[in-house]
């Protein structure tokens, strides 16, 4: 679990607004929970949008409106029916715990064909498969993907993330190579296979 400090709140049009003191992976559409602001702002709340400038309310049409000559940076924005609340020095925190949950560790077994698991090989498989849904979840994010924790996107993305379970299964007890002073040259790099970069939709970001 992420868990951010709180610098500055307002709420405009029932949509409240906290900045944050450091930059942050909080995504459009997550879940966060606020606490030790106030009464108004402290709770659960759907991420509606991450703005960069002030914000100035909502228009005629329901579009959200900022004052583009005033940027704030590192901002959290969500629906929230309460009074006005101008902008104003705050304390508090957000609370942001994405957990991803696209395979299964029995999605993984299945494709390794290891189907006589024994309970070290389940437990390890539980293991990857919670690391495989939280780095190809992550992976995407940075590409600006924006994705259900609960529900993979699509099939190429479930079977990108399932054999990267499985790779960090095979490379269970291995290493890519010890640190060394000699002149037998560079160490070798590894990477993610192209296979599971073009199955994930990463081989370049979403967005500019």
Known sequence: MATYTVTNKYLVDNYAVLQLLTPNEIAVGQSITVAGVDATFNGTYSVYALPQYL????????DLIFDYQIPIENQVLFAKTASDVIRTA??????????????????????????TATAADTTFLTQCASAANAFC????????????????????????????????????????????????????????????????????????
């Open 55 to 62: 914000f100035m309310g909502v228009d005629t049409e329901g």
């Open 90 to 115: 705050s304390t508090g925190t957000i609370a942001y715990n994405p957990v991803c949950t696209w395979i299964t560790a029995q999605n993984i077994e299945d494709w390794l064909g290891i189907g």
């Open 137 to 208: 979840y992550r992976r995407r994010q940075e590409a600006g993907y924006i994705d259900s924790l609960t529900t993979s996107p699509s099939g190429d993305v479930t079977l990108g993330t399932i054999q990267y379970g499985g790779a960090l299964y095979r490379q269970r007890g291995s290493i890519d190579v010890f640190a060394s002073f000699s002149e037998m040259g560079t160490a070798p790099t590894t990477g993610l296979s192209p296979i599971i970069k073009q199955l994930l939709g990463i081989s370049r970001p979403q967005v500019a």
